[in-house]
């Protein structure tokens, strides 16, 4: 089987019922509503204003400082004074610490893009995989009960033929036993699918109401899709991990030249003085005072920190791609398990349906041979029994085909 182009025909997801909760409009509530989703549109936000913040060491920075000094007379010649004072200050040359700090949170902003990127298809899948499972479970429930109703009706006729002395009494006990183990299934089925629903709804941010019908899913005209493998590699949850590797190496750049570069700054200050709190001046000769500073700092040496901090990123980067290629290889295996998976559910439900076909004529046949007491009390539970695995074999492989599908959907991100 070729693997570089796979053709399939993947199934659409058709509503039945427009007054219901379909596919589609599941995916848009969980969208706008579930947390896991919203958080990392935080993430994402926070991550934007990093890059915002990272561009402010570009821009002068403003600090007024206001200070007063009451002297009593008693206690010297002092008198009272006050300062105020206004100072911009502008970074020159920063070692180029601040250029690659700012392409380092660039980075880091778009390896979050990508990240919420990617939590968005996991988001879609993870609804598409609750909705089949709850729809499995209803699927489940009526085959059960339809299984729990033959019993019964099964039971009614052997009670009539036992109280005519037409059937032995452990045969009567035998269908009383498998109806009540019917019953009991039914529940089970029941509770089942109540934590799907609940599970459905969690996903869906808690917005899904009790009195919400979902749609069934209904197969209808087929239509061709191309994937190709190559596609696989371009990925957000692999672009997000290179945009961080990317950031790890500017902070590297950041740590090593501004560690090594002289770094100098601009500091324009002003004063204002005055002998009260209110900057009043009584002797002309108190005269304001204006200053422009240039600040020279160059480290020659600080312990060997800056040195094991580069090794340290180094170590780091190294991690992140073996974290790459380990994410290439998992992506791989996902591709090859999903595309056997969505053969096998094509085969499965192939089968599926013929077997449920001759488990019905099956049925029928047994049931008119115990009518016309040809056929015993065991053969007609077995053949309830064969038809109710047929009919949850079929329905399992109908849904399991739409699975495969959105499973082949989110590995290429469709």
């Known amino acids: 089987m070729k693997k570089n182009i796979i053709k399939l025909l993947p199934l659409a997801f058709f509503t039945v019922n427009i007054y219901a909760l379909n596919l589609d409009e599941a995916i848009k509530l969980g969208l706008e509503n579930n947390n896991s989703y919203k958080k990392q549109q935080y993430i994402y936000d926070e991550a934007k204003e990093n890059v915002v913040?990272?561009?402010g060491n570009f821009l002068p920075t403003l600090d007024l400082s206001y200070t007063y000094n009451a002297n009593k007379e008693d206690l010297g010649d002092g008198k009272d004074n006050a300062n105020a004072s206004a100072i911009i200050s502008y970074s020159l040359f920063n070692g180029l610490q601040?250029?690659?700090n700012l392409e380092a949170s660039k980075d880091s902003e778009k390896s979050s893009k990508y990240t919420l990127e990617a939590t968005k298809h996991d988001l879609v899948y993870n609804i598409k995989a609750r909705y089949i499972s709850y729809l499995k479970s209803i699927?489940?429930?009526?085959?059960?009960?339809?299984a729990y109703k033959l019993l019964q009706k099964q039971y009614e006729d052997s009670l009539n033929k036992f109280e005519q002395g037409l059937l032995a009494k452990n045969d009567l006990l035998q269908v009383n036993a498998q109806m009540l183990q019917a019953k009991q299934n039914l529940a089970r089925a029941k509770a089942d699918s109540k934590i799907a629903w609940y599970d459905l709804k969690n996903i869906l941010g808690g917005t899904l109401s009790k009195e919400e019908k979902i749609e069934d899913l209904e197969r209808i005209n087929t239509f061709e899709s191309i994937f190709n493998e190559e596609e696989l590699y371009l990925r957000s949850e692999v672009k997000s991990l290179k945009k961080s590797i990317e950031a790890l190496g500017n902070q590297k750049d950041a740590n090593t030249y501004g560690s090594n570069l002289p770094k100098v700054s601009?500091?324009?200050?002003?004063?204002k003085l005055g002998e009260d709190a209110s900057l009043n001046v009584n002797e002309s000769e108190i005269?304001?005072?204006?200053?422009?500073?240039?600040?020279?700092?160059w480290n020659l040496y600080n312990g060997g920190?800056?040195?094991s901090e580069t090794i340290i990123l180094q170590k780091k980067i190294s991690q992140a791609k073996e974290d790459l290629e380990s994410l290439k290889l998992d992506i791989k295996l996902q591709y090859e398990k999903a595309l056997e998976e969505y053969e096998v559910s094509k085969l499965n439900y192939e089968t599926a349906v013929v077997s449920l076909e001759q488990s019905e004529e099956n049925y029928k046949i047994v049931n008119n041979r115990f009518k016309e007491g040809i056929s015993t009390t065991t053969d007609l539970i077995n053949?309830?029994?064969?038809?109710?695995q047929a009919k949850q074999s079929f329905d399992s492989a109908?849904?399991?085909?739409?699975?495969?599908?959105?499973s082949l959907y989110r590995i290429f991100e469709k």
């Open 53 to 55: 913040k990272s561009r």
């Open 398 to 406: 109908y849904y399991d085909r739409f699975l495969a599908k959105a």
């Open 287 to 297: 005269e304001n005072q204006s200053t422009a500073t240039v600040n020279f700092k």
């Open 266 to 271: 601009l500091d324009l200050k002003y004063t």
């Open 98 to 100: 601040d250029k690659y």
């Open 383 to 388: 053949a309830n029994f064969l038809l109710s």
């Open 305 to 307: 920190k800056d040195k």
């Open 139 to 146: 699927k489940n429930i009526e085959t059960l009960n339809n």
